[in-house]
């Protein structure tokens, strides 16, 4: 795999280089909460700036169908790029049209410009080959060689992660580099133990085949947020209203007999009579969740179980809060143990997507963990075994 160091050495001094980076950050109104994926990608953008190149980047944001939507226009992120960097980005209002030629053609040395949202042409998620190589080839013609740096989207088939690699001489950008080394790492027959890794989030089905990958590897696997419910419904407990995911419970039976203790799960449960901020809400054993109460969050007693099983950790991987961390009355859990993982004197991995957000508005500081990935899904994918499609086309 060529990489960002060896277009370096190549010389890109007047160059144009189309930079794939994700800049999928959560914006409402126009407001980003969070520039984490943007700052991510800074140092690989001043690298090419520094050395004289021409730099396009392009990115997705949102799901928009197709076609053009202001609510997920990439302007306000070029505006925030503009801030970080600390000069000008120039925005293209559309992707491969007049104005994105024309925004690329006036860029000097060491300039940068951002493309308006890739999904707003269909041809970036097509699932129709021909479809999709059309759309790169117009991409492709905006440059004359391409980085990705784009981790968040590299188990995606796109156009702009995969056809445009194909078109182009491709290099990986030291963002993605990074992300593939933390990943081996987790991943390696001699990973350091003790090894324990954290999950939440809403959905067992979700992360049911990451569960089956790291169940062999692990020593420890404790299991928050909704998917807790299911667990416990499958050890016999009733959850009141909180999520639960019927088709999988008997999945979850034969993963709790499979695992033996290497599973778990919490003990008590803060329960509330709605889902809302305001909602009454009361802590309860986890086998004696209320009917019509719903769980959203885990207990103070079972942070400390989980801060205790993490004790003497010497590899830790987290991924997905243990509650509705964006309410406050439902954000202690996910506060306590994020904090009993930066306690640890050993590698710390924060997997990217609702886990890195909940760090950040939670305010704790990002150098307290080893590293925090930019993607979430691409992640699992890669603990889950699969091959990223993104990476494989940088590797041939």
């Given at each position: 795999?060529?990489?960002?160091?060896?277009?370096?050495?190549?010389?890109?001094?007047?160059?144009?280089?189309?930079?794939?980076a994700?800049?999928?950050?959560?914006?409402?109104?126009?407001?980003?909460?969070d520039?984490?994926?943007?700052?991510?990608?800074?140092?690989?953008?001043?690298a090419?700036?520094?050395?004289?190149?021409?730099?396009?980047?392009?990115?997705?944001?949102?799901?928009?169908?197709?076609?053009?939507?202001p609510?997920?226009?990439?302007?306000?992120?070029?505006?925030?790029?503009?801030?970080?960097?600390?000069?000008?980005?120039?925005f293209?209002?559309?992707?491969?049209?007049?104005?994105?030629?024309?925004t690329?053609?006036?860029?000097?040395?060491?300039?940068?410009?951002?493309?308006?949202?890739?999904?707003?042409?269909?041809?970036?998620?097509?699932?129709?080959?021909?479809?999709?190589?059309?759309?790169?080839?117009?991409?492709?013609?905006?440059?004359?060689?391409?980085?990705?740096?784009?981790?968040?989207?590299?188990?995606?088939?796109?156009?702009?992660?995969?056809?445009?690699?194909?078109?182009?001489?491709?290099?990986?950008?030291?963002?993605?580099?990074?992300?593939?080394?933390?990943?081996?790492?987790?991943?390696?027959?001699?990973?350091?133990?003790?090894?324990?890794?954290?999950?939440?989030?809403?959905?067992?089905?979700?992360?049911?085949?990451?569960?089956?990958?790291?169940?062999?590897?692990?020593?420890k696997?404790l299991?928050?947020?909704?998917?807790?419910?299911?667990?416990?419904?499958?050890?016999?407990?009733?959850?009141?209203?909180?999520?639960?995911?019927?088709?999988?419970?008997?999945?979850?039976?034969?993963?709790?007999?499979r695992?033996?203790?290497?599973?778990?799960?919490?003990v008590?449960?803060?329960?509330?009579?709605?889902?809302?901020?305001?909602?009454?809400?009361?802590?309860?054993?986890?086998?004696?969740?209320?009917?019509?109460w719903?769980?959203?969050?885990?207990?103070?007693?079972?942070?400390?179980?989980?801060?205790?099983?993490?004790?003497?950790?010497?590899?830790?991987?987290w991924?997905?809060?243990?509650?509705?961390?964006?309410?406050?009355?439902?954000?202690?859990?996910?506060?306590?143990?994020?904090?009993?993982?930066?306690?640890?004197?050993?590698?710390?991995?924060?997997?990217?997507?609702?886990?890195?957000?909940?760090?950040?508005?939670?305010?704790i500081?990002e150098?307290?963990f080893?590293?925090?990935?930019?993607?979430?899904?691409?992640?699992?994918?890669y603990?889950?075994?699969?091959?990223?499609?993104?990476?494989?086309?940088?590797?041939?």
């Amino acid at each position: 795999m060529k990489t960002l160091d060896d277009l370096l050495r190549e010389g890109v001094r007047g160059r144009r280089v189309l930079v794939r980076a994700d800049l999928n950050v959560p914006l409402a109104d126009g407001q980003i909460s969070d520039d984490g994926r943007i700052r991510a990608v800074l140092p690989t953008l001043t690298a090419l700036r520094d050395a004289g190149a021409r730099v396009v980047v392009c990115s997705h944001l949102g799901r928009p169908k197709g076609a053009p939507d202001p609510k997920y226009s990439l302007g306000p992120v070029a505006n925030r790029m503009a801030e970080l960097l600390g000069s000008p980005v120039a925005f293209a209002t559309d992707t491969v049209g007049e104005n994105a030629r024309t925004t690329v053609d006036a860029l000097g040395e060491g300039d940068l410009a951002l493309l308006e949202n890739l999904r707003f042409n269909p041809g970036e998620t097509s699932k129709d080959d021909e479809e999709r190589l059309a759309f790169a080839r117009q991409l492709a013609a905006l440059a004359e060689s391409y980085v990705d740096d784009a981790f968040g989207a590299v188990h995606r088939k796109h156009a702009s992660v995969y056809d445009v690699a194909k078109l182009l001489p491709h290099y990986a950008g030291w963002l993605v580099l990074r992300e593939l080394e933390v990943l081996q790492r987790l991943t390696s027959d001699d990973v350091a133990r003790p090894y324990v890794v954290v999950l939440g989030g809403s959905k067992v089905s979700d992360k049911l085949a990451v569960i089956k990958a790291l169940l062999p590897k692990v020593d420890k696997l404790l299991i928050g947020g909704g998917m807790c419910f299911t667990f416990l419904k499958a050890q016999g407990h009733e959850v009141g209203a909180s999520l639960l995911e019927e088709d999988m419970v008997d999945t979850c039976c034969d993963l709790l007999a499979r695992a033996g203790e290497k599973i778990v799960l919490p003990v008590d449960i803060v329960v509330a009579d709605r889902f809302a901020a305001d909602a009454q809400t009361r802590v309860v054993p986890a086998d004696s969740i209320p009917e019509g109460w719903l769980g959203l969050d885990i207990g103070r007693e079972s942070v400390a179980v989980f801060a205790d099983a993490l004790h003497g950790a010497k590899t830790v991987f987290w991924n997905g809060p243990m509650g509705v961390f964006e309410l406050e009355p439902f954000a202690a859990g996910t506060r306590g143990v994020a904090e009993a993982i930066t306690k640890v004197d050993g590698f710390t991995v924060v997997g990217g997507g609702d886990s890195a957000a909940a760090v950040r508005k939670l305010g704790i500081p990002e150098d307290a963990f080893g590293h925090i990935s930019t993607g979430g899904g691409a992640s699992l994918e890669y603990l889950e075994g699969k091959r990223l499609p993104g990476i494989e086309v940088l590797e041939s």
